[in-house]
């Protein structure tokens, strides 16, 4: 077997991405490759599945195969649970700590003009979409809240720099990304593999 085919099994059977660090610790030290080996051969295969209803994407934790989001409509019938709707007011929650990050529940509401229900932070938390990074210096030390690894697998990026800029926009608009911000466009993971 080739190097090639033991990166595309691996990555095919792992639940979750997989770094060429990870991909390195499927061999033995005697016969482990060189990185940059591991990294032709992901590069190979990322060419090899361009024109394939499965890609093999990079993301913030390695890399993993996923269906296309255009076989979406038929590959997500293979699932029994209908994918979870959210609120515009989380994505625009959401969206505010992707962007704004590390924030405070109360900047949140101060941007938003509204109060956030602890649901929404809930349920952010229980996605591993954010983490509670610390705790501001103010008086009852609110939660400072950022984004986490898993918020970027989830939306495809590998790092904050591909979130889309932000508009200008006027003081009574709050600038969210439709990325973030249209629930109905937003891929579950099932969806996308």
Do not use: C
Request: glycine share 4%; aromatic share 10%.
């Amino acid at each position: 077997m080739n190097l090639k085919e033991i990166v595309e099994a691996a990555l095919f059977a792992s639940p979750r991405p997989l770094t060429v660090e990870d991909l390195g610790h499927l061999f033995d030290d005697n016969e482990r490759p060189a990185a940059e080996a591991l990294s032709t051969a992901l590069a190979e295969l990322t060419r090899d599945y361009e024109n394939r209803p499965v890609q093999l994407q990079p993301v913030a934790s390695g890399y993993r195969f996923q269906v296309r989001a255009a076989f979406s409509p038929w590959v997500s019938r293979l699932f029994q649970e209908k994918p979870a709707r959210y609120s515009r007011a989380l994505f625009e929650t959401l969206a505010i700590i992707a962007y704004r990050q590390p924030v405070t529940r109360g900047e949140i509401e101060e941007i938003r003009g509204v109060t956030v229900t602890s649901n929404i932070i809930r349920t952010l938390l229980e996605r591993d979409w954010v983490s509670v990074v610390g705790h501001r210096e103010l008086p009852g030390r609110p939660a400072l809240y950022a984004t986490t690894r898993e918020f970027l697998n989830y939306f495809n990026l590998q790092s904050l720099d591909q979130l889309p800029p932000l508009m200008t926009f006027g003081q009574d608009e709050w600038p969210v990304s439709a990325t973030l911000a249209d629930a109905s466009t937003v891929p579950s993971p099932e969806d996308v593999g």
